[in-house]
């Protein structure tokens, strides 16, 4: 049974990660990003609803008189 020749894993491996490399930052430096992004407010704005300006009550159906 021949042996199984590994002399030249370690170049394909080597060649494999550099060319990984290269086509990784050829990607990314063609992404334009922010240079100087601004801070946005996180509050909530409060929004005005019809139910929070008037007195409600929720009444249970067993609740009701007969």
């Known amino acids: 049974m021949p042996q199984l020749d590994t002399s030249t ?7 494999m990660f550099l060319t ?3 086509i990784f930052q ?11 992004p ?4 996180t509050k ?5 609803t019809p139910w929070e300006t008037k ?3 929720i009444y249970l ?3 009701l008189p007969l």
């Open 9 to 15: 894993w370690l170049t394909m491996i080597l060649s």
């Open 20 to 22: 990984l490399f290269i």
């Open 26 to 36: 050829l990607k990314i430096s063609k992404h334009n990003f922010y240079y100087n």
């Open 38 to 41: 601004e801070l946005t407010s």
């Open 44 to 48: 909530m704005l409060k929004q005005n």
């Open 55 to 57: 007195w409600t009550k």
């Open 61 to 63: 159906p067993l609740l």
